[in-house]
């Protein structure tokens, strides 16, 4: 696997890539948060097309959304010469990508991730999926899009929760891959963070990952650090209240704790680095209210975690500061006390 990811202005990128090639039809994926905010510096690139609005959050990457896109696609008479461009977040470049792999056996994508968190982590390496009867990316398949135009200019238009969000991925690539960069930016605020050098980073980890296992057989396993437990706590607080859910980064970072934790109790890591970790995700994050009959619904979401075996829940778990195991077979009793030590 070889995926094309370009890091520049969108106008330049865009237009680079479209120079040359003879699509049928160009076709736009965007939720309603994009299209207000970041469909207008594409639009006038492109040439005259169809664009499919649907609604944002995880909540709606749904085969129902699915439904709509495919519509709008036949609608649309796209053969497979067409191209789509998904303009969003992780939950359109997911949804829109899954979308165009199975039109019509598959067509052409481009990504254009326009938060930290998609730029970061969901546009690289193929990875496209919704999630199906509340389990996270339950349904999915591999496939590259023709290319990944990241433009740091996107950021702009977000939150600062959304940043934050993005942010925990960032901290992920260190901690499995890159010490050095580790020991950096724990001493920096997040405000002072530099986005377009720490996106780079994280891309170029992410990518050499990738490209030595496409289809996650092994080493790319190592990617999930945070996210068993991390994607159960996000699903399970998918279904409370809308103030009690979490951005995919809030709970990956909920998560990194406790696998840190459960790193630290299998003597992978040091108390020292497990330490480290807590302190600087409290810090930026701070801690979300776990209570005790949230637990157990917790425990039981990880059954449905994707690097299982048999009924063997398997980790990928730190070992040492920038390096990752996969594949650590931890028990539910190892996962409760990684859940107590968090609420502590």
């Known amino acids: 696997m070889n995926q ?3 890091i520049a202005p969108i106008g330049e990128s865009l237009k680079a890539f479209l120079e040359g090639t003879a699509y049928s039809k160009v076709f736009v994926v965007a939720d309603k948060q994009t299209k207000k905010y970041c469909y207008p510096h594409i639009k006038a690139l492109l040439p005259k097309h169809p664009l499919v609005v649907v609604e944002a959050g995880e909540e709606n990457k749904n085969l129902a959304s699915c439904e709509q896109i495919w519509e709008a ?7 497979r010469h067409a ?5 969003g977040g992780g939950v359109v470049g997911d949804m829109g990508g899954f979308c165009a792999a199975v039109y019509k056996r598959g067509i052409d994508f481009v990504q254009i991730p326009t938060t930290l968190l998609s730029q970061v982590d969901a546009s690289v390496g193929g990875k496209l999926g919704i999630d199906f009867h509340g389990f996270k990316n339950h349904l999915g398949a591999f496939n590259i899009p023709n290319s990944v135009l990241i433009d740091p200019l ?4 977000l939150p600062e929760r959304e940043l934050r969000s993005g942010f925990a991925e960032i901290v992920k690539h260190c901690l499995i891959a890159d010490a050095e960069r ?15 050098e720490l996106i780079a980073h994280s891309v170029a980890i992410k990518k050499k990952v990738v490209e030595q296992d496409p289809t996650e057989k092994g080493l790319r396993k190592i990617l999930n650090f945070g996210h068993t437990l991390g994607h159960a706590v996000e699903t399970h607080f998918l279904g409370k209240a809308p103030s009690k859910k979490l951005f995919h980064g809030e ?23 497990l330490t480290q970790i807590e302190e600087f995700i409290f810090a ?3 801690k979300v209210a776990i209570a005790e009959e949230d637990i157990a619904p917790i425990l039981a979401l990880t059954r449905q975690d994707k690097k299982n075996k048999g009924k063997e829940i398997r980790f990928s778990l730190l070992n040492g500061p920038g390096s990752c195991a996969f594949d650590v077979v931890v028990t ?13």
């Open 251 to 273: 709970a990956i970072a909920v998560g990194m704790i406790m696998e840190s934790y459960l790193s630290f109790s299998k003597k992978m890591i040091d108390r020292e680095l």
């Open 83 to 87: 191209l789509v461009i998904n303009i």
């Open 154 to 157: 996107f950021l702009q238009t």
């Open 332 to 344: 539910t009793s190892e996962m409760r006390k990684a859940i107590d030590y968090y609420m502590a």
């Open 4 to 6: 094309s990811v370009v």
């Open 284 to 286: 930026t994050y701070g």
């Open 73 to 79: 696609m036949t609608e649309a008479e796209l053969d």
């Open 182 to 196: 580790w020991g950096k930016i724990r001493f920096v605020d997040f405000e002072r963070q530099n986005w377009p």
